[in-house]
């Protein structure tokens, strides 16, 4: 059974949430909220501007799927596909970092 896209949304913002350290975890949790909508379409705007200029210093490509995911969680059509690349994303992330653990025998 497909499912909704606002569950695969919320999926995808737990696997992000379950691979970057608590307090940044807990920045997105807040930003999830929904009387933060107004903070949340400008960051998420300027995330992804940041993501279009990862050559300059300090910003990266990392940007872009971060404020993709924030303007997705108010913007429908979006939802679905961010949130199913979030998740693929995330696992293979976290798949590369296991094997860079048992490559390099580092914990």
Known sequence: MAQSS?????RAFKHLEQEVPGSVG???RNLRH???RWIRIPVGVLFILGGVFSFLPL???WMLP???LLV???VPFLRRP???FTIWSARRWA???LWVQQKWGRT
């Open 82 to 84: 961010v949130g199913r």
């Open 72 to 74: 997705a969680y108010d």
């Open 6 to 10: 606002r569950a695969v949304l919320r």
């Open 26 to 28: 807990r920045q997105i």
């Open 66 to 68: 971060l404020g993709l």
């Open 95 to 97: 798949s590369f970092r």
């Open 34 to 36: 929904p009387n933060a």
């Open 59 to 61: 910003l990266g490509i």
